[in-house]
Structure formats: structure tokens, C-alpha cells
């Protein structure tokens, strides 16, 4: 999911308008001579600041000096793994406190959060098109349904409609591990077992980064110790709450 938001690299604070409704003069028919109804709308400030995302990773000398050459590239890819894995975890849990706010984190927070789909013990058919109520027409062309590993394979795929056929088709050729409903279904373990998400991250998130990631060593002489440093700013932000549904178990 994180790779389908919205990427921006903008230096410094970055400010958007979140369009949240029209309390008057929508489009209508109107009658010759009448003017038409002048629009109000509605509108909150979005602020991307910059929040630090780091890795470090301590070696001493003499094992550096005893390693084989792959060694440093390890270290290296496993800084970056971490950090991958960072931020596909946040970009759903970041409680907007010293990191940036997650998407689970802000749907849980709406007031009533009316896009979100309860169930008891396991998802079922009826679960799942009400989920798909939960997007907004025009978000729905890009949209795709996210899972972790567990949920699809123990949920997903054993959910059946009416007739007892299974709603999950396995299919590896769109992009992801099968289709639902004409979506594709992608493996996402940034989320939570129980939780499926419906959604269009391009059109629904934002994220601006100050500072890419970088990778950095320095030596400590006193500590022998060389420093490897996984270092990124970034920040990011929901843009519209209706181009997401999250269907989980009650009580999550």
C-alpha cells in the first residue's frame, strides 16, 4: 500500500486544502432567468512537517576487518529493510505523535468513522459489499484490496456468497495474489491480522519528503566501531477519508 500513495519531494513545510464538503449551492436545474446558487464549501488545512526515520548499526573494527566482502553490502540492505518495513507498518499505525499519523490511525479517529466495517467472527459476503460501499465512486477505478498473508489465505479465500462459490479467484497476473469483486487483492503485512482494506492510496494519501534516504558511516576511533546510519525525513497525510474502507474484527 504504501508504494500506490502519492509521492511528492517538496523542501520544507508543505500546506494542502481537504476539501470536506458543500453546505450550499450544489449543482441543480434552475429555471431561465434564475441565477444559480452560489457554492459554499467547506475546507481543512493539511500541514506536512518533516518527522525523522532512522537505523543505526554499530560494528566493530575487528569484525569488519574479519568479514567477507558481501558483509557491508548486508549491512547496508538490512538498514534499508528496516526501514521499508517501517514505513509500510506506519503508513497504517503512525499514531501522528513524533511520527507521522497512519491511515487505520485516522479512519479510527473520524468521528462515528463511518468508514469503517465491523464483524463478530469472520468476514463474510455480506461484510465485504458493504465494504465496498465504503469508497467513493470516484475513487473506485484504482482501487485495490489490501491484506497480510494470514488474512487472505484464512479469511479471503474461504468466503463464500450465496450459491457456496468462493468470492477470492486466485490470479498472480494482476498484479497481485488474486481478485475479488474485479479488485485486485495485494499482500500488505502492514496490516493487522483480521484487518482488510479497501482503498485507493494515489488518489486518498499524500506524502512529502524532505530528506531521501540516505545511507552514512563514520568511525569511532575511541569505540573502534564503525557507524552505519539509515536516515529519511518525511511526512504524510490523508487526503480523503472516502477513498478508504477498513473491515476488521469488533473490538480491534
Same mark, same amino acid.
Given at each position: ?14 500546506? %494542502? ?25 467547506? %475546507?481543512?488545512?493539511?500541514? &506536512?512537517?518533516?518527522?525523522? +526515520? ?32 517501517? &514505513? ?18 485516522? &479512519? ?22 458493504? +465494504? ?21 489465505? +484464512? ?42 482494506? %479497501? ?21 569511532? +576511533? ?24 477498513? &473491515? ?5
Amino acid at each position: 500500500f504504501y508504494g500506490s500513495i502519492r509521492k511528492l519531494n517538496v523542501t520544507g513545510i508543505l500546506k %494542502f486544502k481537504k476539501h470536506t464538503g458543500i453546505t450550499q449551492g450544489d449543482a441543480s436545474f434552475v429555471a431561465e432567468g434564475t441565477p444559480a446558487e452560489d457554492e459554499k464549501n467547506t %475546507f481543512a488545512e493539511i500541514q &506536512l512537517n518533516g518527522f525523522e +526515520l532512522a537505523k543505526l548499526v554499530r560494528v566493530s573494527f575487528k569484525l569488519d576487518a574479519m568479514s567477507i566482502s558481501e558483509f557491508l553490502p548486508f549491512i547496508q540492505k538490512e538498514i534499508a529493510d528496516r526501514i521499508g518495513v517501517a &514505513l509500510g507498518t506506519k503508513v497504517f499505525t503512525g499514531t501522528g505523535s513524533n511520527e507521522p499519523k497512519g491511515l487505520v490511525t485516522e &479512519l479510527k479517529a473520524e468521528s462515528l468513522t463511518p468508514q469503517i466495517v465491523t464483524y463478530k467472527t469472520a468476514p463474510t459476503y455480506a461484510d465485504l459489499t458493504q +465494504l465496498m460501499t465504503k469508497v467513493h465512486p470516484s475513487y473506485a477505478s484504482g482501487a485495490k484490496i489490501y491484506a497480510n498473508n494470514n488474512t487472505i489465505w +484464512l479469511q479471503l479465500a474461504n468466503i463464500l456468497d450465496g450459491e457456496n462459490r468462493p468470492v477470492f479467484i486466485p490470479d498472480a497476473t494482476s498484479g497481485g495474489v488474486g481478485r475479488i469483486f474485479g479488485y485486485t487483492v495485494v499482500m500488505d503485512g502492514g496490516l493487522a491480522d483480521g484487518q482488510i482494506l %479497501f482503498g485507493n492510496g494515489g488518489a486518498g494519501m499524500v506524502q512529502n519528503t524532505n530528506e531521501p534516504l540516505s545511507i552514512q558511516s563514520q568511525k569511532d +576511533l575511541t569505540s573502534r566501531e564503525t557507524i552505519y546510519l539509515g536516515y529519511m525525513i518525511t511526512d504524510w497525510a490523508v487526503l480523503d477519508n472516502k477513498a478508504f474502507g477498513l &473491515l476488521e474484527k469488533a473490538g480491534e
